[in-house]
């Protein structure tokens, strides 16, 4: 039997970007009945506009037993973190606040990610997926709720009770495409991308990405076709925002319009955010806060 042709340079890449896409991909516009009976959230509908059923069984029999088998329900008032401060530092990850419209800004750094260091250090696959399943169930379940502040009221349609979507921020500094799909880390990155699309659907309001190689353009034009046109309207690319190239200011400058002026932008010269958000889930996690200040 012949074999295959080996993947070119630009295949792999956009291999993996592609799973970076997956729950934009995933995404879809809600129908517009969504009162049925068996309740199914919305947001599950989402993803299968055509099909109630379909529909009905993704949250029944796929999410709400996963829920169960997993102990879901009880991560943010029983589970201990010991490799909590670990996988902070080997994957970089931060709540930056909200946007300007009011949506969580969650920042990604999958080009920071010391896969070694995690394995060294003794934590599993299993280990840093748990992880981000506590801060995302954290995340829509606690700080989702937190879009009223002090003389920021949330900004209508948005209810008091938080926008339910997410300002993805995606930095692509350090990324080397080969490390990621090396077979064990591409084991957790799969499993990451098919939790986030299976369990915490049709969450996107926009993905930022940012501090973009040279060669992304050309990979991103490879497969934002593969993408819906409205999921496309949700993506936004900028250049270098860390370094000191001649457009870092005005790269700057345009990520804070898309954000809103009161975002913590300190993660632009440091590994991680200094925001109240992000303070506040450290001190949650590690049980020096009860709740939120």
């Known amino acids: 039997m012949p074999h295959p042709p080996p993947l070119s340079s630009l295949s792999i890449l956009s291999l993996f970007l592609l799973s970076l896409f997956l729950p934009l991909l995933l995404a879809a516009t809600p129908p517009a009945d969504t009162n049925k009976t068996p309740y199914t959230p919305p947001r599950f509908m989402a993803v299968h506009p055509t099909s109630i059923s379909k529909a009905n069984k993704h949250w029944r029999e796929a999410h709400l037993t996963w829920r169960s088998e997993y102990k879901v329900d009880d991560m943010l008032v029983t589970s201990e973190r010991p490799n909590f401060k670990i996988i902070k530092e080997k994957a970089p990850h931060s709540f930056l606040g909200f946007d300007k419209e009011g949506h969580i800004i969650f920042l990604q750094r999958p080009g920071l990610i010391d896969f070694k260091g995690l394995r060294k250090s003794g934590v599993s696959t299993e280990d840093v997926l748990s992880h981000f399943i506590f801060v995302f169930e954290y995340c829509w379940n606690i700080l989702d709720y937190m879009t009223i502040r002090k003389n920021q009221p949330p900004t209508p ?15 692509l500094r350090g990324l080397n495409p080969l490390v990621a799909l090396n077979p064990s880390n591409f084991d957790f990155l799969s499993k990451f991308v098919n939790t986030l699309s299976m369990h915490y659907p049709s969450r996107s309001h926009l993905t930022i990405i940012v501090n973009a190689p040279a060669w992304f353009p050309k990979v991103y034009g490879a497969i934002s076709p593969l993408l819906r046109e409205k999921t496309r309207e949700k993506v936004r690319v900028i250049g270098d925002v860390s370094g000191k190239g001649k457009h870092v200011d005005a790269n700057r400058a345009a990520l804070r319009d898309m954000l809103g002026d009161d975002c913590d932008l300190s993660f632009l010269d440091s590994r991680g955010s200094e925001s109240l958000e992000e303070r506040n889930f450290i001190q949650f996690a590690e049980g020096t806060s009860a709740q939120p200040i």
Do not use: N
């Open 157 to 171: 349609p948005h209810s008091p009770c938080g926008s339910g979507l997410m300002t993805s921020l995606i930095d």
